[in-house]
């Protein structure tokens, strides 16, 4: 229990400790409700500033991955031979089915409570196509939010579910970066128990509160679930390589996903 409540945030931040993390940074908000409302204000405008520069940073990164990926991958196609290639390609596909089907169950509940899934649809689908295009729930959040001002959802519900949802509610990257993960154990020949994919697929469910809504964000926080198991890290920079067709689909379904979630949600509260 002493070990949750780190000693130094700056160390556990730049150790990767999540949890801890965590931790300090509801004390810390506890801690800033108490101070004078002018004081606390300019404290979350430094972090809203930092968190706006370090998106830039990590878009800068991202902008450069394909370089480094190419580096990475050649080494690991080589080795691992054609066949690699052809399961890379089965893995998109099925991965990518089943992200489709896991979108269509919020069609599917929203046609159970009542609501037009037609209208829904139409209304949706031009959102759909910024997400595909951009990669980014982060980037949709606008039309999103547009889209749900048509569709008649109250401003106070969308104005504090729809960013909440973007920041917490990764609804299909858990899905895809544990195929990913397992795709990985299995390109290199490791055999997870049905114990261990659990445990993996619950580790990357929590840490998905955690990524960025950026291109290819879920991966940014997989590190540590490769490092606790076992997995070679270098394979993230062969998720990423095939990433780009994946996440189309992912940020499809999130945004999806977010706004069916709202009008849920908006239908309760009335």
Excluded at 16 to 32: E, K, N, Q, Y
Excluded at 41 to 65: C, G, H, P, R, S
Excluded at 107 to 112: C, E, K, R, T, V
Excluded at 169 to 195: E, H, N, Q
Aim: contains cysteine.
């Amino acid at each position: 229990m002493i070990g949750l409540v780190p000693s130094n945030p700056f160390a556990a931040a730049a150790n990767g400790d999540i949890l801890p993390l965590m931790i300090f940074t509801v004390i810390f908000s506890l801690a800033l409700i108490q101070v004078e409302e002018r004081l606390a204000k300019n404290v979350v405008t430094f972090f809203e500033a930092t968190k706006q520069a370090l998106l830039v940073v990590i878009t800068w990164i991202m902008e450069l991955a394909p370089y480094g990926i190419f580096a990475l991958v050649l080494p690991i196609t080589a080795n691992l031979g054609t066949e690699s290639v052809r399961l890379l390609g089965t893995f998109i596909f099925i991965v990518c089915g089943l992200i489709v089907l896991l979108a269509a169950c919020i069609y599917l509940g929203l046609w159970i409570l009542g609501h037009d899934i037609r209208k829904f649809a139409k209304i949706m689908a031009p959102v759909q196509v910024i997400g595909f295009g951009t990669r980014s729930s982060l980037a949709t959040l606008p039309a999103t939010i547009a889209a749900s001002e048509i569709l008649g959802v109250s401003q106070k519900t969308a104005g504090i579910v729809l960013p909440a949802a973007v920041t917490l509610f990764k609804f299909a990257s858990p899905l895809a970066r544990t195929a990913g993960t397992y795709f990985i154990a299995a390109l290199y020949g490791i055999d997870l128990t049905v114990y261990e994919f659990i445990v993996i697929a619950m580790a990357i469910g929590l840490l998905s509160f955690y990524s960025p809504g950026i291109p290819s964000g879920g991966l940014l926080i997989m590190t540590p679930v490769y490092l606790a198991f076992g997995l070679p890290v270098e394979g993230i920079g062969l998720l990423i390589a095939i990433d780009l067709i994946v996440d189309m689909f992912i940020t499809v379904a999130n945004v999806t996903a977010n706004l069916g979630v709202t009008i849920m949600l908006d239908g309760l509260r009335d």
